[in-house]
Structure formats: C-alpha cells, structure tokens
C-alpha cells in the first residue's frame, strides 16, 4: 500500500538518530519557553526560529514541528496552574483548568491535557498522511485565478475566527498586506513603500514583525502591571488519573478530535475556533452543564484535543497548498522559504522524504511530549515560579539575537522595535495581530497571482466567476462574510467569545 | 451640553487607521498604477490603501453611540527601556561586536522593570550575555564578530 511505504519513508527519516535529537530538542525548548507566562505558540516559535536555520532543511523543520508541540503543551500548562493563556486557543483551557487546580486537581487536569493532545495528535497525523497527496493533485490543478480565490477565503476565514470586532480585523488584513508589499515590486523592480531605506528592498523581515507583535507586545503587556502570580502548585503529587476520569475523558477526547480535525483543515485559524466549539459542543451534551466553569474535566478533554488536533490538520493546506492556516504555520512557511524550499503541491512529490518526514516527525513529537512531560511537570512547575522581571531580559536578548541572524540586517532590529510599538498599540486598541500576520504573509502571493490571472485572462477580470474552483472558492467566502455579518450569528459568535473572557 | 456616549478606543483607531491609509496611498502616488491587464507596481497598493480608508471611517462612525471599554493602564516604563534594546543592539553590534553590544543590550531590558533591583539586572546582564556567547557563538558557531572595531583590543 502507498500509504504504509510512503509512512515507512517517513518514519525512517524521522527517527534516524541526528533527526530524533533535534524533535527532542525541540520539544524541550518549545516547552520551556512555552511554559513561559503570558507566551505562546506564536512568540515561542518566532523566537526559537532563528536556531534552527543552520540546519538541513528536513532536520530543522522537524525541530520547528518539535517547538511548536512543546510550546502549545506549555501554553496549556500555564493556563491551568495560573490562568494565563499565551494563546486565544489555549484560553479555552484556563476556563476550566484553572478551576480543576484550584480544587487541587492540577495534576489531573495536566494528565488530561496531554492524553487528549497525544490521541488527537494521533489521529490528525494519520488524517494529514491519508488525506495530504489527493489533495496535491487537486492543488495542482491551481491556476492563479484560484489561488487568489483561495487566499481570499483563507484571510476571510481568518477575520471571521478572529476575536472582536470583524471591521478591525478586516483592517488589520488589509493592513498587514500592505505592510507584505514593502520592498521591491517583483515585476517592474520599482521599490514600494521602503522610505528610500534600501536595507528594506527585500521586505520587511518576516522574523522581525512575528517577533514584535507577538514577543516584544507581550512582554510590555504584562509589565503594565506586575503582581505576583499564584501559582497552583499544592496538589500536583497525583498525575495520574483515576479509572472513573479516563472514563470521563474518553467521549470528549473523541469528540474533541473530530471537531478539531475538521475544523483545522480551514484556513484561517482553524485550531482556535476548533477549541471553543468543542467546549460548547461538550457543555451542550454533558449531563452537568453547570460544571462548566467551575472545574469540569470534560471542558479540559475537549479542548485541548480539538486544539491539538486542529494544530496538526492545519497542516494539510500548508503542505498541499503552500497556504497558511494560522500564524504558526506562517512561521513554518518563512522558514521553508528560508530553507530553500518552496511550499505548495511540488513539495510531495519532489522531496517526498522531506514531505513523509515531517508528518511522521509529528507523531514522534507528540509521542515525546506524552513521555517527557508527565514525568518533568514538577520541572514546568518551579520555571512558572521565576519571576517575570528576570525572564524579559533574557526573552530579549534573544529576540535581538534571533532576529539579527536571520540576515546580519540591522535595519531588522529596528522594525522590531517599531512592530513591538504595533503590537501594543493594536492589543491596547483591541486588534488582533493574527491576522496581520496572515496578511502579511500573504500579501505578495496575492498579488502576484492576481496580476497573473489578470494577464492570462486578457484583464478580464470574470475570470475568478467563470473557473468553477475559483468561483465555489468566492462563494464560500461571501457566504462566510454573509454569516458573520448576520445579527443572529454574529450574538452567537460574541457568546462564544465572551465565554473565554469571564 | 450632555456627553454622548462613545468608544474612544474605537475612535482613536478608526483615525489611525485612516491616517496609516493616506500614508500608504500618498506612497503610492509615485507608482506605475498600469491598466488592470497588465498592473503597474500602484495597482494593488492604491486599491488597498482605498480599502483601508473605508474600514477605518466605518470603526470611527460605529464608535458614536456606544460606551466603549476603559483604555487601561499603559506600560510606559516598560516601552520606554525595552523598545530601545533591539535598536541599541542593532546600532553597536557591528561596532563594538556581539559580546558588549549583547550586553548592553540586556542591561536595557533589564531596566524595565521596577522591581529588578540595580545590581541584579547587572549580573542578569552578565549571566545572559556569557550565555548567550555560549550558545549562538561557539555552540551553533553564528558567524558573529565577538568583540568590534571601536574596541581598542
């Protein structure tokens, strides 16, 4: 069978003894640094970026895949023990977690975490392996027209997943396309938007902004007011739990695993709403509603399952498609640019080692987390009881080292500086950076397929209603902006929000 | 004369949002705009920055009417040591070298704070930069000058 040889490729590149070394690796540091107050997935992986790109291109991006499980496992580890999520996709487990640890059952509630992340992983790895190379032949079947069309959708989903006010996140798509547009034009070589600076002629740093509005925000926003945590660490001794709780988890982690898997495919941010409609999901179903909020096992089992398993699935349209469901995956994409290897449907079928290598570098990683993690709680443990003010210098310090070694570009020092002032800005005036991001990652692509498509198409712009893949693509994404625009849907979707707010 | 109710927050950014609009279109009006066969470099900036115009006047006009939340405190202290730290990295690494450029970096950052006291952000400095030295230097060998120019050994 295709699917068994291509996992065995797979497999043998993953677990070869340098490439076991480097998802360990990453797993530990992605942790660490997840574990880390207030720091997510996003800061964590923008930060550790830059280490891995002495790498070969499959080594390091095993190890990206390696920081980014360690990273959202330490994102949910402090969410639970102190009620700070790094992430808008973990917040959903402080609700509940955070209640369990302070009934003393935080070793419980970080068991639970990590089986649900392990089983869901499980199943999301094998989900990408099987659905993955079909959906390359589909890709490459893409024209310009449709990538357009998709990336239209993707950013579309993205603002509609996005916390707050739709209008805002629009504007900051909007405005982090522009913001990827700075630098040369590809066509005519005209230079945009640089301010006569030619250190800005390739763009802006992708590292630069990542680091600036997810890192450099972050830490100025917990200095705005420093008190002292209280950390749930009296009752940890027993992990594991009991016969009756792996009862209680089972039907959540299963469920939690399909909503998440599908919803991750969806570009745009898939893993977040993945989270919250598994917690509604489970709060409608439970025989005990009123639990939720007050401790229930089952608002930790869902989540964190549907958010594990829609991180890994998100990867499909990364790897199909070379399209970006989420920050993170922004990230991976950077850093595949950066590799040398351009992402999209080629990627499987020219460097199938690379492609088989990663999928099966998921499930190892995931597998490490399991083993790692449950015995090193009481280590995560003693790190969240560092005090703050000694962590920012050294986050720092290394975001100026890691943003300088991307290009030895000084200029790259100073855009973070002025994104980490973006980033404040916008989390003082309420908007999301995620879709910046997105935005800014896709900005060129957008471009340069619309210009395509408009050239193939003689400058008729019909073209993106008359191909039937282009068309079915905008009309989903109408349909989307329909909905979220609806009055109806759009109280639901505030309910859904303000959960993770009270 | 009676205080409406308005958001401030969304007032201050639909402004900004326009302003960072007539930015970019104003960076635009150098541009080939080009015909929407073949566009020009302006093409799809201009549309964009047109875009962002409209969305920022929407937030500003939905902000009247309705009670928006509290601002909240602003970490000035915080913005005012730590911002500076890349760019102070960025200005001295190629001078004085990665070491003390590092160095002085971290003691920036470490300023940040009110409750890091004077000596322990100092030796916080030295633990970092000598880790750090370790690490990306020797360990995973950044072709990084350890000590500059401007330094006289």
Redesign the interface.
């Known amino acids: 069978m295709d699917l068994l040889s291509n996992l065995a490729l797979g497999f043998s590149v993953a677990s070869s003894l340098a490439n076991l070394a480097f998802c360990l690796i990453g797993v530990i540091l992605g942790t660490l640094i997840g574990v880390l107050p207030g720091i997510g997935a996003t800061a964590t992986i923008a930060m550790l970026l830059p280490?891995t790109f002495?790498l070969e291109p499959v080594s390091s991006l095993i190890m990206l895949a390696g920081i980014y499980y360690g990273a959202q496992y330490g994102g949910s580890t402090t969410a639970i023990l102190i009620n700070m999520p790094g992430e808008s996709s973990s917040a959903v487990t402080a609700i509940d977690g955070y209640q369990m640890a302070r009934k003393g059952r935080a070793g419980t509630a970080l068991a639970t975490a990590a089986i649900g992340s392990f089983f869901a992983g499980t199943v999301a790895t094998f989900l990408v392996a099987i659905f993955a190379p079909p959906l390359t032949t589909i890709a490459l079947k893409f024209g310009a027209a449709e990538y357009f069309s998709l990336m239209v959708m993707g950013l579309v989903m993205s603002v509609a997943l996005a916390h707050g006010?739709v209008?805002?996140a629009?504007?900051m798509v909007?405005?982090g396309?522009?913001l990827g547009?700075v630098g040369t034009?590809i066509?005519?070589g005209?230079p945009?938007?640089t301010l006569g600076i030619t250190q800005y002629a390739d763009g802006l740093n992708f590292v630069a902004l990542a680091v600036g509005v997810f890192g450099?925000a972050e830490?100025?926003?917990n200095?705005?007011?420093?008190h002292d945590r209280e950390v749930m660490t009296r009752n940890i001794s027993r992990l594991f739990p009991t016969r009756e709780e792996f009862r209680q988890m089972f039907g959540p982690i299963l469920r939690g695993t399909a909503v998440g898997s599908l919803l991750g495919i969806l570009p745009g941010g898939g893993a977040i709403l993945a989270s919250f409609a598994s917690y509604t999901v489970e709060k409608k179903l439970s025989k005990h509603p009123e639990e939720f909020g007050k401790g229930a096992l089952a608002g930790v089992a869902g989540p964190e399952s549907a958010n594990n398993a829609g991180a890994q699935t998100s990867f499909i349209p990364l790897l199909t498609l070379g399209i970006p469901a989420n920050p993170v995956m922004a990230l991976m994409i950077g850093a595949m640019i950066i590799q040398g290897i351009v992402p999209g449907p080629n990627v499987v079928s020219e460097q199938p080692a690379l492609f088989w290598g990663i999928i099966a570098s998921m499930w190892i990683g995931n597998l490490m987390l399991v083993v790692l993690n449950l015995p090193l709680i009481g280590l995560w443990v003693k790190l969240l009881s560092v005090?703050?003010?000694?962590l920012?210098?050294?986050i720092?310090?290394?975001?100026?080292?890691g943003?300088?070694?991307v290009a030895?570009n000084?200029?790259?020092?100073?855009a973070?500086?002025f994104f980490?002032?973006l980033g404040?800005?916008m989390s003082?005036?309420?908007?999301e950076p995620a879709p910046l991001l997105l935005g800014f990652v896709l900005g060129p692509l957008?471009?340069e397929n619309?210009?395509r498509a408009?050239?193939l198409s003689?400058?008729d712009?019909t073209t993106f209603i008359t191909r039937p893949i282009s068309a079915t693509l905008l009309l989903m994404t109408a349909a989307v902006l329909v909905l979220v625009f609806l009055p109806q849907i759009r109280k639901r979707r505030d309910e859904v929000f303000s959960e993770s707010d009270a | 004369m009676s205080t409406k109710p308005k958001d401030g927050t969304d007032i201050a950014t639909g402004l900004l949002l326009m302003a960072a609009a007539l930015f970019f279109g104003w960076q635009t009006t150098g541009l080939d705009i080009g015909t929407s066969l073949r566009m020009g470099p302006g093409y799809f900036p201009m549309v964009l920055s047109a875009l962002l115009f409209v969305l920022g006047l929407l937030v500003f006009l939905k902000a009247f009417g309705r009670e928006g939340e509290p601002f909240g405190k602003v970490a000035w202290r915080g913005m005012a040591f730590i911002l500076p730290a890349p760019v102070f990295f960025g200005l001295t690494v190629r001078g004085l070298g990665f070491v003390p450029a590092l160095f002085l970096a971290a003691l920036i950052a470490a300023q940040a704070s009110h409750r890091l006291k004077p000596l322990h952000g100092l030796v916080l400095a030295v633990v970092v930069t000598i880790a750090s030295t370790l690490i990306f230097s020797y360990g995973l060998g950044l072709p990084f000058r350890r000590f500059g120019p401007w330094l006289p050994f």
Do not use: N
């Open positions: 280490i002495q006010s209008l805002k629009l504007a909007v405005l396309l522009l547009l034009d066509y005519t005209a945009r938007f450099i830490i100025l926003r200095l705005e007011d420093e005090p703050y003010y000694i920012f210098p050294i720092m310090a290394m975001c100026s080292i943003v300088y070694s030895s000084t200029y790259d020092l100073y973070v500086a980490g002032l404040y800005l003082k005036l309420r908007c957008l471009e619309l210009r408009m050239i003689r400058g712009p």
